[in-house]
Each structure stands twice: as C-alpha cells, then as structure tokens.
C-alpha cells in the first residue's frame, strides 16, 4: 500500500468502527442492581406525651365549674312541719340554719332532676311537690346541730341527716323552697336501699 494513503485508511477504519461501536471508543458504565432499594429516610422518634407541669400551682390552672345553688337567703316556715323542724331559715352557700337553733354545715354535690330517684322507687319529684323536670340541688350534710332542747329534732331526728335535696318554685305569691332530709350514707340514687327519707318541709321567701 502506497505510505501515502495509508494515514487516511487507518482513520477512515477508525471512524467506522466508532459508529459500530458507539461505546467501543468510550468508557462502559456501572451496571445498576435491580435488587437495590432507593434510599429512606428514617422518621423522627416520637415526641413524649407532655403531662401536667409540676411546676405550676393547682391554683393556677383551669378548675370544673361550680355548681350554682337553687336558692340563698331567709325563708318563712309556710307549713306546720317546716316550723317545728327548724323555724325561719337560712340558706347559705356552705351552710342551713334554723331558728330554732337546728344547723347543717353542707357541701353541694350536684344538681338533679325531680324526675331522678335518690333510692329505689322513689323521687324527688314526688317527696318535694316539684315537677319531673326541675332542678334540685344535693347537698351532703358534714355536720349538723340539733335544735335546743325541748323542739323538734331537725330534719331527721336523732337518727341523723345525710343529705338534704332542695328545690325553688316561683309563683304569684313569690319563691317557694322545699326541703328533703336524707338519712344514710351513700350516695342518693336509684340504686341506693340504705337511704332513708325523713320529712319534707316547704318555706316561702322572707325575712
């Protein structure tokens, strides 16, 4: 072969085998794994519940509702039986005082309906004269003074008073207050045999 053409046939060579061959002239890439799994990434721990703070006082945080009383002030006996219990009445926040020195020092644990039982059978509906829809406040009594000697024991004489239910009805003559004395320790409820009812006394609004 003629030296002077040789050149031009080795490069002639050269380029066809580079269009046969695209990657014969270049480097061959990674095969890639077809079990591979992409990469994750790794969630966070979870946060730890954050309970209350002992830092702050009880005082400082949110408190349940009170419960709001049926009735507060000074009430005239409007039946015999509600003049020989306790005479003219107080009725306080935290305490039921009569006149003739009958006492009950009282917390406010709830407030039912008439329609409700305090034991089985029975309601207090039917015990305070109320209608099945009004509402009556529970009180446990935590310590009573019987009346001075000689008058009538209270609500529950000498047996001792557990609760007293009181209910509020207006009138054209004004509010009427009805009172129940509740012998017993548990809780008043439909299911509650030991409690026992003692009498139900009625008062109107005044001094």
Request: overall charge negative; glycine content about 10%; aromatic content about 4%.
């Amino acid at each position: 072969m003629d030296t002077r053409i040789r050149p031009f046939f080795l490069a002639g060579c050269c380029a066809l085998a580079a269009a046969a061959l695209p990657t014969a002239c270049g480097p061959t890439p990674p095969e890639r794994d077809a079990t591979a799994q992409p990469a994750t990434r790794a969630a966070p721990p979870p946060q730890e519940a954050r309970g209350p703070d002992p830092t702050v006082e009880r005082s400082e945080r949110a408190a349940p509702p009170e419960l709001q009383p049926v009735a507060l002030g000074a009430f005239v006996p409007a039946d015999a039986d509600a003049e020989a219990a306790t005479g003219r009445l107080v009725v306080d926040d935290e305490f039921i005082e009569g006149a003739n020195g009958a006492r009950f020092v009282t917390e406010r644990i709830a407030i039912v309906r008439g329609s409700d039982r305090y034991r089985p059978g029975e309601r207090y509906a039917d015990a305070l004269a109320v209608g099945g829809e009004q509402p009556v406040e529970l009180r446990r009594v935590l310590e009573e003074t019987h009346p001075e000697a000689g008058a009538a024991e209270g609500l529950c004489g000498g047996s001792g008073t557990g609760y007293i239910a009181l209910a509020s009805t207006q009138s054209n003559d004004g509010q009427r207050i009805s009172l129940l004395g509740l012998g017993g320790d548990a809780v008043p409820a439909a299911a509650a045999e030991d409690i026992v009812p003692c009498k139900a006394v009625r008062y109107d609004a005044g001094e």
